[in-house]
């Protein structure tokens, strides 16, 4: 049996958006939420774009950002190179680097004089247009020319679902590549990772205090990135979509994957266990908690008693 939720982390593309198209009916669930008064994050490894960019993409898709809505991997990277003051060399995109304009350090991977001990680390993010060798070259100098190399890396989903529903290449692959090459562990800023998770749920509590008998639940398309790592030991209750990048016998995968798997892929002593519930879409899920229609939940996966769920 479902607990109450008393709140929601939702990925954005593929649960969302695919591209700069809303996903049928998620423009209607996030409007509901709000009526109901059910207070949600959106929680994202978007790192393609900056954060200017991205709420101004959702606004022409109809769906509004209110301030301290949005959590992104990009944004938990930009909060660590400000703490720990690395100067990094920066595989992003053009529009990824506005949210580091006011960190020290190269604000673009494009010198004209390449020095790696100029830089002290490199971060790493979907930037179609930096990885290439060159850029990743350049990446493998600086780790291997420092005594502390440090890869930091929003995240490392494998792939994801592009604007024509296919799917296209994540930074996961040159995240691994450059952890095998240069010797090095990455260290991942964006989800599955606890202190993501732990973050955006810090950022719920003044909205659901007095709710501690109500747990939060994360929705996403991928029963990796979005549901895997760190989700069942932060308590989360799991959603997966059949949206986005999800394929048939997604939800099956952890019975059949016989490897312990844990950010997005790495081994790290994690095994990811099935998804508490399985809808069809963001909507769906919605219409059930809201409407308490249980009837679009898909059969097979789902309520497992598994996960008690993040008590607030």
């Known amino acids: 049996m479902r607990p109450r939720i008393a709140a929601l982390l939702i990925d954005l593309s593929g649960t969302v958006h695919i591209g700069s198209e809303s996903i049928s009916g998620s ?18 490894n978007t790192s393609k774009e900056s954060t200017r960019a991205l709420t101004e993409r959702l606004k022409n898709m109809g ?16 909060d660590l190179v400000e703490q720990r003051k690395l100067r990094p060399y920066y595989l992003l995109s053009p529009s990824a680097l506005e949210d580091f304009s006011s960190s ?38 600086i780790l291997t020319s420092s005594s502390k190399p ?66 939060i639940a994360v929705v996403g398309d991928d029963w990796r990135a979005d549901l895997g790592g760190a989700t069942k030991e932060c308590g989360l209750w799991r959603v997966l979509v059949k949206t986005g990048k999800y394929r048939p ?32 879409s963001l909507d769906t899920f919605v219409n059930s908690l809201i409407g308490g229609d249980d009837s679009t939940r898909s059969s097979g996966v789902g309520n497992t008693g598994r996960t008690k769920g993040a008590r607030l």
């Open 249 to 280: 016998g997604d939800e099956h995968k952890w019975q059949n994957q016989g490897e312990e798997v844990g950010d997005a892929g790495t081994n790290d002593g994690r095994l990811i266990s099935p998804p508490d519930e399985v809808y069809d």
């Open 150 to 215: 440090t890869l930091l890396a929003t995240h490392k989903a494998l792939y994801f679902a592009s604007s024509k529903n296919q799917l296209s290449l994540g930074p996961g692959p040159f995240v691994h590549a450059l952890e095998v090459a240069a010797g090095v562990k990455s260290e991942v800023v964006g989800k599955p990772t606890r202190t993501f998770y732990e973050r955006a749920m810090e950022s719920l509590k003044e909205q659901i205090k007095g709710q501690e008998d109500g747990v």
């Open 63 to 78: 769906i509004e950002v209110k301030a301290g809505e949005l959590y992104t991997s990009l944004i938990a990277a930009r």
């Open 104 to 141: 020290e350090g190269p604000l673009s991977s494009k010198t004209d004089e390449f020095n790696p001990l100029s830089y002290d680390s490199v971060l790493i993010g979907l930037a179609p247009t930096a990885l290439d060798y060159p850029n990743l070259n350049k990446a493998y100098q």
């Open 27 to 44: 423009v209607n669930a996030i409007k509901r939420l709000r009526e109901a008064g059910i207070p949600f994050r959106f929680s994202s």
